[in-house]
C-alpha cells in the first residue's frame, strides 16, 4: 500500500516539506513581535524550552501516529484503535482535523494573497508602474479576490501534482531560496542605522515578563500554530515517511529547523522596527507598546522601505517575497489534509479532489472577505485557539493511551533499532502520555476563560 500512495524521496525531501509547512506566517511576523513585546531574550528562552519540551512531542505523536498507519489521519486514528469508541473518536478526530485544517488555509490564502500583492506592488514601483503599485497595496476588495485566489491556485497546482513532484519538488525548491534571502535580509537590516537598539531589545532577556503565566501559555499556543499541530498536518506527512527513516531523528530537525527560522525572522523584524523609529516612522501604538501583527506588516514595514529609496524597494519586494514563498509552503501542507482523505476513503482521483476542495476553500475564502470584518477574526480563532489545541489534545491521548505502548515502540524501532535505550523513549512516551495533554488543556481553558 505505501508504494501506491506518496511517499517521500529522501530525508531532506521530507524535512524541507515538514519545516516548510512548519515555516510560515507565524514564525517571520508571528514570533519577533511577541518576543519584542513580551520579555525579549527572556521570551525566547521560554519559546525554546516549550518548542522542545512539548511542541516536539507532539509533533512525535502525529509523526509516528501517521507513519505507521501509512494513511490519512481517519484511517489512522481508526487503526490505532482499541474498541467501538475509540474508533467512532479516532474517525471524528480525522474528520474535524480536514475541516479545520480547510478552515486555517480559507483564512491563510487571504493574508497570503496580500502577500504576493505587495510584492508585485514594489516589482512594478521598481519597473516605474506607480499606479499600478499603488493599487497593488490599497487592500482593493477585487484585488484581495483575485491574489487570494491566485496564491489558492499556486497551492492547488503543487498538490495536483502528488507527494514526490508536488510538495517534495516545490518544498525543497522553495526553502533555501526562503533561508538565502531571509539570511541576506537580516545582514542588510542589521547593518542599518538604529538597527543595534532594536538587538538589544530583542536580546536583552526581562525576566519578570517572561514568567508570566498568561505568557507561557501562549507562547506554547504560537509553538503548536507554528509547528502545524494538532490538524493532521504532520500526520500525514509523517505517513509518507519511509519505514527506514528514524523518526525521533527527523522530527528534531524539523523542530530545529522550525525554532531557527522563528529566532533569526527576530533578528530581522526588530532591528527593522529600530531603523523605521530611527527614520522617523512610527512604531509604537497609543499604550506604547511595540505595534505588532497586520499594522506592522503593512504599514510600519513599508513606512520604513519608503524611507530608503531605491534600495528599500528591493528591500520590500524581497521582503513580501520571502513571506510569500513561507506562506506557499504552509498552505501546500494545508491542502493536502483534506485532498488525501478524499483521495485514500472515498476512491476520488488526485486532479478531482484537489480542483473540488480548491474550489470550495476558495468560496469559503471569498464569503470571509465579502463580510471580513465579522468573519475574519472568528474563523482564526474557532480554528486556531480552540479546534487545533482540542485535537492536539486528542492526537496525544491516542498516541499516549489508547495505542498500546509496545506497538509504539514496534514502530520507532523501524528505523531506529535501539530506540528503547535512548533518552527519547525513556521521556517521550510520558511527556506525550501525561505532560502534553495536561499543558494542552491548560492553554484551552485558559483560551476560553482567560
Ligand atoms: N505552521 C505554519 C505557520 O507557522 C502554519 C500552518 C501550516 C499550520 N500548516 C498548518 C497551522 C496546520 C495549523 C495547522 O505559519
Redesign the pocket.
Known sequence: MASSRGEFSSRFGFIMAAAG???????IW?FPTQAASNGGAAFLLVYLVLAFTLAYPALMAELVIGRHAHANAVRALRLISTGPKSRFVGGATGIIGFIV?SL?LSF?AIVAGWMIAFCLSSATALLGFDDASTWLSSFSLEGNLFFMLAFLALTVGIISRGVQDGIERWSSRLMPVLLVTLVLLVLYVLSLEGASEGLKVYLLPDFSRALEPSLIISALGSAF???????G?MLIYGSYISDKENLPVLGGMVTLVDILIAVVSGFLIIPAMYVALHNGVEIFDSTGALISEDTLIFTVLPGLFSTMGMAGTIVSFSFFFLMSI??LT??I??LEVPVAYTIEEHGVERKTSVMAIGLMIALASTVILFNFDTLFGLVVAIS?RYA?PLLGFIFCVYAGWIWHRNRVLKELRKGSEDVENTLFWKIWPWYVRLVCPMIIMGIFIQSIFG
Do not use: W
Open positions: 509547512s512548519a515555516v510560515g506566517l507565524g514564525n508571528g485544517a486555517i491563510y500554530f507554528s509547528l502545524s499541530l494538532g490538524v498536518t513561507a506562506a504552509s498552505s501542507s494545508m486556531t487545533q
